[in-house]
């Protein structure tokens, strides 16, 4: 199995380095500066700020109600680019640390602020991981970009906002009871997404099933560790109208995973197994498809790279979220016209919403004709 990966992916790394150079929308903008623009010095900004989410969330590792994040602004001429960068604790980022970050963080020195793909680079390179923090800069930037530019992100990279898919919405691990009731409560969306990976799996889908026949999507977040049983479960789950599975195993499983992956009747997506660009090729026979997320991955640039890659080898793609504000949210909508799933119900879960953007009608990921991330502040 190891074997057949590293030669397959031998055979494309070729084809996918072409077809990368033939699409790359960040050299088009670095070389078509609008006529109106005028140079001038950029200033970042920033506040922290807690969101409160509407029920305590429970995963397979943890439980928790509030998500601390970090609101940006990117100031040029009078105009504003908005980001955000969402720090959930078990990823290691927060406020303090998001600071850290973005005190190191000088874009004064930058005159060109369409030379997204230089900036970026430079920015990563400040530090190791702090991917929220990176993340919060490179979405005030495109968003500033596009309004410079006047045309929304989804315009930008020649998406279809018609293609957009249907959001999944989240139904944490609960008692019976609760979970009957969120799985009301979440009439208006077409799929629900089932936090698996405790002993109560199979109690969690008869429960909703009790309730309602839409499809579900599942992740377990790294919950089941023995493949036997994890196999056994995907066939138990399929004849329940499952489409997709996130994260069934530990990311560091990788033999069992593509042991899974090769046997599952579901589609096997890597989620905490895989965080930016460089980890989709070691992905590939691992997972049937990738979940891209803006604070595991450093933003719009790179998640929009991770997209284009994975497509390029055949694989899946589902775009993700943290809990975040309707600025994060519709940074990630962008990218939601070329998706498999969508799981964008980020800023719904949240009772302090500070934007209005990208929205969800009758569960479609609904996108605004608005320049820039389409993200206002109310
Ligand atoms: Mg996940």
């Given at each position: 199995m190891l074997h057949n990966r590293r030669s397959f992916l031998k055979s494309t790394a070729l084809v996918t380095s072409a077809a990368m150079m033939i699409n790359d929308p960040y050299k088009a903008i670095a070389g078509s500066i609008p006529a109106h623009f005028k140079t001038g010095t950029m200033k970042l900004t920033y506040r922290p700020y807690t969101l409160e989410l509407r029920h305590v969330f429970t995963i397979a590792t943890n439980s928790r109600t509030t998500t601390p994040v970090m609101l940006t602004e990117i100031e040029l001429n009078g105009m504003i680019g908005y980001g955000e960068a969402s720090m959930p604790p078990y990823l290691g980022e927060s406020h303090e640390t998001v600071q850290a970050f973005l005190s190191?963080?000088?874009?004064?020195?930058?005159?060109?602020?369409?030379?997204l793909e230089a900036i970026l680079n430079d920015i990563d390179t400040?530090?190791?991981?702090?991917t929220a923090a990176k993340a919060s800069v490179d979405i005030a930037l495109h968003d500033l970009i596009g309004k410079l530019m006047g045309q929304p992100w989804f315009n930008i990279w020649g998406y279809d906002k018609s293609k957009t898919p249907n959001t999944s919405f989240t139904i944490g691990i609960d008692t019976p009871e609760v979970v009957r009731q969120k799985t009301k409560e979440a009439e208006e969306f077409k799929v629900l997404k089932v936090k698996l990976g405790r002993d109560t799996d199979k109690e969690m889908i008869e429960t909703i099933r009790s309730v309602t026949d839409k499809s579900l999507t599942g992740d377990v977040n790294q919950g089941w560790k023995d493949k036997e049983k994890a196999l056994e479960m995907l066939h138990w789950l399929n004849e329940r109208n499952m489409v997709m599975i996130e994260q069934p195993m530990p990311k560091e499983q990788i033999d069992d995973l593509a042991w899974l992956t090769e046997r599952s009747p579901l589609p096997i997506i890597g989620d905490e197994g895989v965080q930016r660009l460089t980890d989709i090729k070691k992905a590939v026979g691992v997972y049937h498809g990738i979940n891209i997320k803006l604070m595991k991955c450093t933003g719009m640039r790179e998640a929009q790279k991770m997209l284009t890659l994975a497509r390029s080898l055949g694989m899946k793609v589902m775009v993700g979220c943290m809990t975040e504000t309707s600025c994060a949210i519709s940074a990630a909508s962008h990218l939601s016209p070329m998706v498999d799933w969508a799981d964008l119900d980020g800023a719904l879960l949240i009772k302090n919403d500070v934007f209005d953007g990208t929205k969800i009608i009758d569960g479609k990921v609904t996108l605004m004709d608005r320049p820039g991330i389409g993200a206002v502040k109310v």
């Amino acid at each position: 199995m190891l074997h057949n990966r590293r030669s397959f992916l031998k055979s494309t790394a070729l084809v996918t380095s072409a077809a990368m150079m033939i699409n790359d929308p960040y050299k088009a903008i670095a070389g078509s500066i609008p006529a109106h623009f005028k140079t001038g010095t950029m200033k970042l900004t920033y506040r922290p700020y807690t969101l409160e989410l509407r029920h305590v969330f429970t995963i397979a590792t943890n439980s928790r109600t509030t998500t601390p994040v970090m609101l940006t602004e990117i100031e040029l001429n009078g105009m504003i680019g908005y980001g955000e960068a969402s720090m959930p604790p078990y990823l290691g980022e927060s406020h303090e640390t998001v600071q850290a970050f973005l005190s190191k963080v000088d874009l004064s020195k930058y005159e060109n602020p369409f030379d997204l793909e230089a900036i970026l680079n430079d920015i990563d390179t400040i530090a190791p991981d702090n991917t929220a923090a990176k993340a919060s800069v490179d979405i005030a930037l495109h968003d500033l970009i596009g309004k410079l530019m006047g045309q929304p992100w989804f315009n930008i990279w020649g998406y279809d906002k018609s293609k957009t898919p249907n959001t999944s919405f989240t139904i944490g691990i609960d008692t019976p009871e609760v979970v009957r009731q969120k799985t009301k409560e979440a009439e208006e969306f077409k799929v629900l997404k089932v936090k698996l990976g405790r002993d109560t799996d199979k109690e969690m889908i008869e429960t909703i099933r009790s309730v309602t026949d839409k499809s579900l999507t599942g992740d377990v977040n790294q919950g089941w560790k023995d493949k036997e049983k994890a196999l056994e479960m995907l066939h138990w789950l399929n004849e329940r109208n499952m489409v997709m599975i996130e994260q069934p195993m530990p990311k560091e499983q990788i033999d069992d995973l593509a042991w899974l992956t090769e046997r599952s009747p579901l589609p096997i997506i890597g989620d905490e197994g895989v965080q930016r660009l460089t980890d989709i090729k070691k992905a590939v026979g691992v997972y049937h498809g990738i979940n891209i997320k803006l604070m595991k991955c450093t933003g719009m640039r790179e998640a929009q790279k991770m997209l284009t890659l994975a497509r390029s080898l055949g694989m899946k793609v589902m775009v993700g979220c943290m809990t975040e504000t309707s600025c994060a949210i519709s940074a990630a909508s962008h990218l939601s016209p070329m998706v498999d799933w969508a799981d964008l119900d980020g800023a719904l879960l949240i009772k302090n919403d500070v934007f209005d953007g990208t929205k969800i009608i009758d569960g479609k990921v609904t996108l605004m004709d608005r320049p820039g991330i389409g993200a206002v502040k109310v």
